[in-house]
């Protein structure tokens, strides 16, 4: 096999045959001259030229071993989870009609079923594309539209709103139900052998994990077979260590690469076991990391605060917690100390980028430092720089570049131009080096609202907001909040003579857009505050409401801000975990 020499870093592997029948994906990669520079340092990352990343996850571990466990039933084993990966396959590719290239979308809760079906998809030579189950038609119409996905695979549970998005052309495949056409009863017709793996290179796109910028509109994010395995052997197997015996368990679904790396690809890397939880707010997560002896977790600082407070009152055995990553939002140096008092355990902060997979700078045990960040993962490279490109020094604020083995290709998006610059990635995240190299958060460097992990473009609601009948003009920004580090708030005006009714415009906010998105505050005003020259002065509206406005503050919810009961994003009302690892 031809291997990529790791001790190169200025040699960037060739681009390989494609497997892909449906070359779209490969077709609609950012121009090579975009693209970041691409980093081997390490043994590791020494792939070979051709690669299928779901045949590596599934092999190796012995068949007997648990993979999945759920709150009811039987766990899953390794040897299961092949059979009914190799089943799934035969159907794509057999009854389905999937070819190698194609994208398939897959939705759902957090489930076994969710998880072989991205392994089968990935197997079978396509291009996956996980989204959230609570995504609204519009958002899903928009990210089917942006990738021309042609086949979606979808829990029953979730498919009303998929269908309701009238995709043109696309083919709808629901498991878990008791229809005749039902995933899981197709697979049982399927051959009861083995699926072989297609062929694929390293560098054929293996997904397409879609992120909201500060546009709104959703930027598709394009990562190659060898990608998947490079965020687990790079932070997973240097910073986070995990053994075969451990079992991991999280509240980001599998939508967010946060979720995926932390409940899929990283337990599958190891040969461990991962708990998969459809409810997995922190009342929903502390019993089950009693019951089933969760040694790694992964969530937001939001949910680590929520246990804390949830601890006091149920006591709940947690004991077999080695590993606590944190990653989705800034995590404050107070919840480090409070949890390291209360358990025992050094959180793992991260961040990382849906852009970059997963997480680029972390520190773990005695590396630790509450209140930083980290320093680079073994394999990934950062530096703080000014608007220009050039490194400012240890100690002055500045943009957060990255580069190593995963880079940002951008869907056919402008925005790589902006993302990409100089042959590093410009995160969008102001810190700060300090001189021994460990890197602090000082806040977004764009309009992006960070609340409870999720990550809310704030001109994503605005255009919501703009399809009301009636409402003129409206800015949507955040706001500090102690629970959620920050809450969107929609600034509103209306037409002439409309009623100032907040539930209403939530009540049609719900029905646009996912629930976590939604203004947990909407304040109307005669007028936005702007400039001689029009420009709309979005800082004053962060600060407070400029004086003199009209308009009275609604609020979203009559009651306080409360513990997280439900997975993300469940009730408007709940906490919602983690989303990009940022």
Same mark, same amino acid.
Request: glycine share 12%; with cysteine; hydrophobic share 40%.
């Given at each position: 096999m031809d291997l990529v020499d790791p001790l190169d870093p200025e040699d960037t592997p060739e681009p390989a045959r494609s497997a892909h029948v449906d070359t779209f994906a490969r077709d609609h990669l950012p121009p090579p001259d975009q693209w970041p520079e691409l980093r081997f340092d390490l043994p590791g990352l020494?792939?070979?030229?051709?690669?299928?990343?779901?045949?590596?996850?599934?092999?190796?571990?012995?068949? =007997?071993?648990?993979?999945?466990?759920?709150?009811?039933?039987?766990?899953?084993?390794?040897?299961?989870?092949?059979?009914?990966?190799?089943?799934?396959?035969?159907?794509?590719?057999?009854?389905?009609?999937?070819?190698?290239?194609?994208?398939?979308?897959?939705?759902?809760?957090?489930?076994?079923?969710?998880?072989?079906?991205?392994?089968?998809?990935?197997?079978? =030579?396509?291009?996956?594309?996980?989204?959230?189950?609570?995504?609204?038609?519009?958002?899903?119409?928009?990210?089917?539209?942006?990738?021309?996905?042609?086949?979606?695979?979808?829990?029953?549970?979730?498919v009303d709103d998929l269908v309701k998005a009238e995709v043109p052309g696309l083919r709808i495949t629901t498991y878990g139900g008791d229809g005749p056409g039902d995933l899981l009863l197709r697979i049982t017709g399927a051959p009861d052998e083995p699926y072989e793996a297609v062929d694929?290179?390293?560098?054929?796109?293996?997904?397409?994990?879609?992120?909201?910028?500060?546009?709104?509109?959703?930027?598709?994010?394009?990562?190659?077979?060898?990608?998947?395995?490079?965020?687990?052997?790079?932070?997973?197997?240097?910073?986070?260590?995990?053994?075969?015996?451990?079992?991991?368990?999280?509240?980001?679904?599998?939508?967010?690469?946060?979720?995926?790396?932390?409940?899929?690809?990283?337990?599958?890397? !190891?040969?461990?076991?991962?708990?998969?939880?459809?409810?997995?707010?922190?009342?929903?997560?502390?019993?089950?990391? !009693?019951?089933?002896?969760?040694?790694?977790l992964f969530t937001a600082p939001t949910a680590y605060r929520a246990m804390l407070a949830e601890l006091a009152?149920?006591?709940?055995?947690?004991?077999?917690?080695?590993?606590?990553?944190?990653?989705?939002?800034?995590?404050?140096?107070?919840?480090?100390?409070?949890?390291?008092?209360?358990?025992?355990?050094?959180?793992?902060?991260?961040?990382?980028?849906?852009?970059?997979?997963?997480?680029?700078?972390?520190?773990?045990?005695?590396?630790?430092?509450?209140?930083?960040? =980290?320093?680079?993962?073994?394999?990934?490279?950062?530096?703080?720089?000014?608007?220009?490109?050039?490194?400012?020094?240890?100690?002055?604020? =500045?943009?957060?570049?990255?580069?190593?083995?995963?880079?940002?290709?951008?869907?056919?998006?402008?925005?790589?131009?902006?993302?990409?610059?100089?042959?590093?990635?410009?995160?969008?995240?102001t810190y700060v080096r300090d001189p021994d190299g460990y890197f602090r958060y000082v806040a977004r460097a764009d309009d992006m609202i960070i609340s409870a992990g999720y990550n809310i473009a704030g001109p994503e609601v605005e255009d919501a907001l703009l399809r009301h009948p009636d409402v003129l003009e409206t800015a949507v920004v955040g706001r500090a909040d102690e629970a959620r580090g920050q809450i969107a708030v929609a600034y509103t005006v209306l037409k002439e003579n409309a009623r100032r009714d907040a539930e209403a415009l939530r009540a049609f906010l719900k029905s646009e857009l996912a629930p976590y998105k939604c203004p947990r505050e909407i304040v109307f005003l005669d007028a936005l505050p702007r400039t001689a020259t029009g420009k709309l002065q979005r800082f004053r509206l962060r600060e407070e409401p400029p004086s003199g406005a009209a308009g009275t503050p609604a609020p979203a919810h009559d009651e306080p801000a409360p513990v997280p009961e439900e997975p993300a994003p469940a009730p408007e009302d709940g906490l919602p975990p983690s989303g990009d690892p940022k």
């Open positions: 020494r792939y070979p030229a051709r690669l299928n990343c779901a045949a590596e996850l599934l092999a190796g571990t012995d068949a =007997g071993r648990p993979v999945f466990r759920t709150p009811s039933g039987p766990p899953w084993t390794y040897g299961q989870l092949r059979a009914r990966v190799d089943r799934i396959a035969h159907v794509l590719t057999g009854e389905l009609g999937v070819v190698p290239g194609n994208r398939v979308l897959l939705r759902g809760p957090t489930t076994p079923w969710l998880a072989a079906c991205w392994l089968a998809v990935l197997k079978a =030579g396509a291009v996956a594309v996980t989204v959230l189950a609570q995504q609204r038609p519009h958002e899903l119409g928009t990210m089917c539209s942006i990738a021309r996905v042609t086949h979606a695979l979808c829990d029953v549970r979730s694929t290179a390293a560098d054929d796109v293996a997904l397409i994990a879609f992120t909201s910028g500060t546009t709104g509109r959703p930027k598709g994010c394009m990562h190659f077979h060898r990608d998947v395995l490079a965020i687990a052997d790079t932070f997973s197997e240097h910073v986070l260590r995990p053994h075969e015996d451990d079992v991991f368990a999280g509240s980001p679904p599998l939508g967010f690469t946060f979720g995926l790396g932390g409940l899929v690809v990283f337990p599958l890397r !190891a040969g461990a076991c991962s708990l998969l939880l459809e409810q997995a707010g922190p009342r929903q997560m502390l019993p089950a990391i !009693a019951e089933h002896r969760v040694s790694v009152e149920s006591g709940h055995d947690i004991g077999s917690l080695r590993r606590c990553v944190s990653a989705g939002e800034n995590l404050p140096a107070a919840t480090w100390q409070d949890w390291r008092e209360r358990t025992g355990l050094g959180i793992i902060n991260g961040i990382g980028a849906t852009e970059l997979l997963h997480i680029f700078i972390s520190a773990a045990d005695e590396d630790i430092r509450p209140g930083a960040t =980290g320093v680079p993962v073994p394999g990934w490279q950062a530096r703080v720089v000014d608007d220009g490109g050039t490194p400012v020094p240890d100690g002055e604020p =500045g943009l957060l570049a990255v580069r190593g083995p995963v880079g940002c290709r951008y869907l056919a998006d402008p925005r790589q131009r902006e993302y990409v610059r100089g042959g590093w990635n410009i995160t969008g995240d």
